[in-house]
């Protein structure tokens, strides 16, 4: 059964909303290929002494992180929700319902999509967390937005893109996109180290020894990974689809063409008449992206531009690592609308 429980982060006190658990048994996620956990645990935060419909943000976070990451405290670092806190405090951001959602993978995300060799990540969404949420507190459906960063970012886009009705908003900063100059190189770095590695099931061992994590590379490595996972059509022998070759580097262009499907920039053009219908779209990138996402969201800009998409736009003087600082702008953006 499916539970918004009580509260369990007993440290954090805020002064305009209770933290609580939405405990989510899955079962589109039964059987998933990797064998992830079905039990998900999504932390909520909802809006002390509201009488009237709430609106809802899912947070959706990006790639190696998870919904929990968000309450993890730093030293001299507010964290997320207080941070949330004070901004609903000035009046600045959405007195709504936060979702901070649980997708985690094995090999660090799900990108939030349906996927032959992650699972039914965006089913799960629809079908379970968000009728379960929608059971246990009064939500208005019509105010609901999709909100995150780099891999979630991407999952904002593809959320609100294929479903407006139930994701009418969407905040994207630095989304994965251009799959050409973000992935495609990360993918050729690493292949040679996963070969020497004994592929897939070599990297799987080492990682459960602890000795993956210790390499410089992990995290190009894990990203390789994790991404052919989401976006392979095909998974043989536990291994992904690659799209060069292991050998040469050459491009295996049949393969390729079925991973671009999945890039925002050829995405939101096939979805055209559904991306009319997204009540707002809010779009931006540091001009110093390490992962050149600063080109993959200014053809995205291109794209909802000659669609006459309702969006926002705009670029700051930072690089990828600074997603977090742009999150003020991003919900005062997000107020005029939830």
């Not at 649980?102 to 032959?116: H, K, L, P, R, V």
């Not at 079908?127 to 960063?149: C, H, K, N």
Request: net charge positive.
């Amino acid at each position: 059964m499916n539970n918004l429980l009580e509260p369990f982060y007993v440290d954090r006190q805020l002064n305009h909303f209770n933290i609580q658990t939405l405990v989510i048994e899955s079962k589109v996620l039964k059987k998933n290929p990797l064998g992830d956990p079905t039990k998900r645990f999504s932390p909520v935060l909802v809006p002390k002494n509201v009488d009237k419909p709430l609106s809802v943000v899912l947070v959706l976070a990006g790639f190696s992180g998870n919904g929990t990451k968000y309450f993890n405290q730093r030293f001299h670092d507010p964290g997320f929700p207080e941070t949330l806190d004070s901004l609903v405090e000035a009046g600045q951001a959405p007195n709504s319902v936060y979702v901070f959602v649980d997708a985690m993978t094995y090999w660090g995300g799900s990108q939030f999509i349906n996927s032959a060799g992650c699972g039914r990540y965006e089913d799960y969404l629809l079908d379970e967390l968000l009728p379960t949420l929608e059971g246990q507190l009064l939500i208005d459906s019509s105010r609901v937005a999709v909100f995150g960063g780099s891999s979630g970012g991407y999952g904002a886009l593809h959320l609100a893109s294929s479903h407006p009705q139930r994701f009418p908003y969407a905040v994207a900063i630095a989304p994965d996109s251009f799959f050409e100059a973000s992935l495609l190189p990360e993918v050729r770095q690493a292949l040679y180290a996963i070969k020497e590695l004994g592929g897939v099931e070599g990297m799987k061992r080492k990682l459960k020894a602890g000795r993956l994590q210790k390499r410089r590379d992990f995290h190009t490595l894990m990203n390789a990974v994790g991404m052919a996972y989401c976006y392979s059509d095909k998974i043989k022998k536990s291994e992904p689809q690659w799209p060069v070759d292991m050998e040469t580097g050459a491009l295996k262009k049949d393969i390729w063409k079925s991973w671009l499907k999945h890039d925002p920039v050829v995405f939101l053009k096939e979805r055209r008449s559904k991306v009319k219908k997204v009540k707002g779209i809010y779009l931006d990138v540091g001009t110093h992206d390490q992962y050149c996402l600063q080109y993959g969201t200014r053809q995205i800009f291109k794209v909802l531009k000659s669609m006459n998409a309702k969006f926002s736009y705009s670029e700051f003087d930072g690089n990828h690592f600074d997603i977090s600082l742009r999150r003020p702008e991003a919900l005062a953006w997000l107020k005029r609308y939830l």
